[in-house]
C-alpha cells in the first residue's frame, strides 16, 4: 500500500514557504448531468426492455373478418454497473508536523475532484464512442448510426449519412430528421430537441446559432428561427471531455434514452490504524452510464 509520508512533504515541514498551491483548483459543474436521466438502482445490474406495438390500423372490408397484429420485445438494453474507488494513506507524523494545514483535508478534496473526473469521462464515453461499432447498443448497433433497425421492418438514423460539422443548415436538417422519428411499427412519435451539447471547441458557433437574433453568419435580415421558435429550449451546454472537437449531439425530450444508474452514492470513510497510527482514506462508489432509446439523442461527428 502507499503511504504518504514527511519525506513527500518536505518543505511543508518548515517555516518560510509562501504558499501551498496545486489542490484547490476550481472544478466545472457535472457536466453529465445535463446528457442524462438519473435513476437508481437496487441490483448488480439494469435491464430496459424495448416494446414494440402494433402497426397502422388496415381498411376491414364489409363482411370480411378483423385483422390481427402482434407486437413484442425489440431488444433489450442492459446496465451493468461498476465500483468506482480510490484511496490513500497518511502517516500521523506528516499530518502533525505540516506546518501549513491539514494535509488530510487537502487531500480529501483532492480524493473528491478525482472521483468525478472518472464520471465524467464515463459519462462522456457514451458519447464519444457513439460512432464506434466496437459499442453497440440493445439493438445491436452504435448509438449514433443510420441504421437502427425497426421492429417492423426497415431502419432509422439518429446521425447524417453523410457528417456535417455544427452549423444553421446541419442543426435545422437535425431538428427536421428528430421530428420526422417513428416508433418500432414506423408510426410518427412526437419528439424535440431540448439541448445541445458541444466541446468547447464550438462554444462560439452554438452561442451564435442559438442566440442570434438574426440569422447567424448572414447580411440578410431574417430572424434567427431556431431562436423565435424556441427550437432547443435548454440551451447549450460544454462539455470539456468530449474528445471530438467536431462532434455535437443534440438531445430530445424522448423518455428512456440515455440514462445514469445510480447502484450506490458516494461513500466516503475515515480510519485510523492502532498499530501505525497511519490515517486512511477513501471514497466509493457504484454506477453505470449507457442508453436504452437512441431516440434520446441525435448526433454529428463532424465533416473533419
Wanted: proline letters at 4%; glycine letters at 10%.
Amino acid at each position: 500500500m502507499a503511504i504518504m509520508n514527511r519525506a513527500r512533504f518536505r518543505k511543508q515541514l518548515q517555516e518560510g514557504l509562501n504558499t501551498v498551491f496545486g489542490l484547490e483548483y476550481k472544478r466545472y459543474e457535472q457536466e453529465w448531468r445535463p446528457i442524462f436521466a438519473v435513476e437508481n438502482s437496487q441490483k448488480a445490474y439494469e435491464e430496459d426492455v424495448l416494446l414494440a406495438g402494433l402497426a397502422g390500423a388496415p381498411v376491414k372490408a364489409e363482411g370480411a373478418p378483423v385483422t390481427y397484429d402482434q407486437g413484442g420485445e425489440a431488444f433489450v438494453s442492459r446496465y451493468v454497473h461498476e465500483t468506482i474507488a480510490l484511496a490513500f494513506s497518511l502517516t500521523e507524523e506528516a499530518e502533525e508536523d505540516n506546518l501549513y494545514g491539514s494535509i488530510g483535508s487537502k487531500y480529501s478534496k483532492a480524493l473528491a475532484r478525482s472521483m468525478q473526473h472518472t464520471k465524467e469521462v464515463k459519462g462522456a464515453a457514451i458519447l464519444n464512442n457513439g460512432f464506434t461499432a466496437a459499442y453497440p447498443g440493445g439493438d445491436g448497433v452504435e448509438l449514433f448510426s443510420t441504421a437502427h433497425p425497426l421492429y417492423g421492418g426497415g431502419t432509422q438514423a439518429n446521425t447524417f449519412t453523410t457528417q456535417a460539422d455544427l452549423s444553421e443548415t446541419s442543426l435545422e436538417e437535425a431538428m427536421i430528421a428528430i421530428s420526422k422519428f417513428v416508433d418500432e411499427r414506423s408510426i410518427p412519435i412526437a419528439v424535440r430537441a431540448q439541448k445541445l451539447i458541444v466541446p468547447p471547441d464550438l462554444m462560439f458557433v452554438a452561442e451564435r446559432l442559438l442566440m442570434s437574433p438574426y440569422r447567424p453568419g448572414t447580411a440578410d435580415n431574417d430572424i434567427n428561427a431556431m431562436k423565435k421558435m424556441g427550437m432547443i429550449p435548454g440551451g447549450c451546454h460544454k462539455n470539456h471531455r468530449l474528445t471530438d472537437p467536431n462532434q455535437w449531439t443534440l438531445i430530445t425530450d424522448q423518455q428512456d434514452g440515455l440514462k445514469h444508474m445510480v447502484r450506490k452514492n458516494i461513500q466516503r470513510g475515515l480510519e485510523g490504524d492502532f498499530e501505525t497510527g497511519n490515517m486512511r482514506y477513501k471514497a466509493r462508489e457504484r454506477y453505470s452510464f449507457g442508453w436504452s432509446d437512441y431516440r434520446g439523442a441525435f448526433g454529428s461527428s463532424g465533416s473533419t
